[in-house]
């Protein structure tokens, strides 16, 4: 069973940054690609960045400039460098993984909350 442990969420001041972590515990597989999703409440869950094993990096239009995904060399762990953080932020992050079979797995999400 695979599970994905996301940290570093919290409550900041708009301006401030906050880094996001997310490690995958369990049987481990080599994912192929490894993302951070946001859900505001009521809203649909939204792409914010995605890595692939060859460091493809994409990023949804919100987070361009000011956020920055990266993996650890094991490739098993996914972090989100968030910058400049603005109120419309405020969101439920998930970390994503999905294996060679494209099958995805999901972190049970953490809440940013940035206040103006």
């Known amino acids: 069973q695979v599970q994905l442990v996301e940290s570093g969420g919290g409550l900041v001041q708009a301006g401030e940054s906050l880094r996001l972590s997310c490690e995958a515990s369990?049987?481990?597989?080599?994912?192929?690609?490894m993302a951070w999703y946001r859900q505001v409440s009521g809203g649909s869950r939204d792409l914010v960045a995605s890595?692939?094993?060859?460091?493809?990096?994409k990023y949804g239009d919100f987070g361009r400039g000011r956020f920055t995904i990266s993996r650890d060399a094991d490739q098993n762990r996914v972090h989100l460098q968030m910058n400049n953080l603005r109120s419309e932020d405020t969101a439920v992050y998930y970390c994503?993984?999905?294996?060679?079979?494209?099958?995805?797995?999901w972190g049970q999400g953490m809440q940013v909350t940035v206040s103006s």
């Open positions: 994503n993984a999905e294996n060679d079979y494209r099958y995805a797995y």
């Open positions: 369990g049987i481990i597989v080599r994912f192929n690609v």
């Open positions: 890595m692939n094993r060859n460091g493809e990096v």
